[in-house]
């Protein structure tokens, strides 16, 4: 009994004590810190450019770029609008013929801002407002013709390759091909088909290869693609071929001399048909003697030199193969 009322009051001590001992603090909690500036806010969205900054952007349209920039057209593609561009892309003008766009930024102000007028429509029109069949007047004057057909739609004879890229003064569709105007068009078929000068259309036979050398050697080429009209009778590599060894190389080491003198001899002044040719007539060269026609049995010869083809028109005139190199009569 006596031990059960020392415990007890041994834990009545032990329970004061506790109570009386000083409390540890409880930790801090650590203060948000203190902001000097308000944080940046996210850059606001401004829309996109004009249909030239776009264009700009875009990296695939440094032809169209440069053509309107030389036009002068570039302030008015940046104005309020709106506008449609039909916008080819750099592959669409490098597919034109050679020559056609050095000749376009030429004259910008001529064939080059009709051309390129013709590729804006007035207003914003989206893909979704055309439909098969329907044209749009451009602001060139003429119209533009669309076709849809399985999902493809075209402008003219060019396909719509992207569509609806919108701008803050109107909208691009991207297309495959240079759009002409109709009497662009015209001239621009009418171009190609015609031949070239005789020159080109020498080159572009293939086999008057020493004809050509000679005659660039002699200086004559850029008289040979002048006005004319010219009539030319042309070796074949293989007539060249058939002159004595060394005589080739002796002619193009002195191509001021005797090979000028040769190559005039070969050119004839106005464009001469077969038709216009008869047995025994003859005719003065550029080189100032005459050569001699004969005809017999369908057979055509200059001089002793045979025509083995004839009439290949050219812009300038018309050449006659031969099947030799005919020479003055003093060489």
């Known amino acids: 009994m006596h031990f059960m009322k020392t415990l007890a009051f041994l834990l009545v001590v032990a329970l004061v004590t506790a109570a009386c001992a000083p409390v540890a603090p409880a930790p801090m909690a650590t203060a948000a810190p203190t902001l000097t500036e308000p944080p940046a806010e996210a850059p606001a969205d401004e829309g996109p450019g004009t249909i030239v900054d776009i264009a700009v952007s875009a990296g695939n349209f440094e032809t169209l770029v440069a053509a309107v920039s030389a036009a002068g057209l570039v302030e008015t593609l940046q104005g309020e609008g709106p506008f449609t561009v039909f916008a080819p892309t750099d592959e669409a003008f490098a597919a034109l013929p050679e020559g056609t766009l050095e000749a376009l930024l030429a004259d910008p102000e001529g064939q080059l801002t009709q051309i390129l007028l013709y590729h804006v429509v007035p207003g914003k029109v989206m893909s979704s407002d055309l439909s098969d069949g329907m044209t749009a007047e451009t602001v060139q004057g003429s119209p533009v013709t669309f076709s849809i057909a399985d999902g493809v739609v075209k402008v003219n004879d060019a396909t719509v390759i992207a569509a609806d890229i919108e701008a803050s003064n109107g909208v691009i569709h991207v297309i495959d091909k240079v759009i002409l105007p109709p009497g662009e068009e015209e001239a621009e078929e009418a171009a190609a088909e015609a031949p070239g000068a005789i020159p080109e259309v020498a080159a572009a036979a293939g086999n008057f290869q020493t004809l050509l050398a000679a005659v660039t050697a ?21 007539a060249f071929a058939a002159l004595p060894e060394g005589t080739v190389e002796s002619l193009l080491a002195d191509p001021q001399g005797a090979l000028t003198q040769i190559l005039l001899y070969h050119v004839v002044p106005g464009k001469v048909m077969s038709s216009d040719l008869s047995d025994g007539m003859t005719a003065e060269t550029l080189q100032g003697a005459p050569v001699t026609f004969s005809i017999a049995d369908g057979v055509v010869k200059v001089n002793d030199a045979t025509v083995i083809a004839a009439d290949i028109e050219a812009s300038n005139g018309v050449i006659h193969v031969i099947d030799a190199v005919i020479l003055p009569p003093s060489e």
């Open 218 to 238: 002699a200086g004559l080429a850029d008289a040979l693609a002048g006005e004319g009209p010219f009539t030319v009778f042309a070796p074949t590599d293989e």
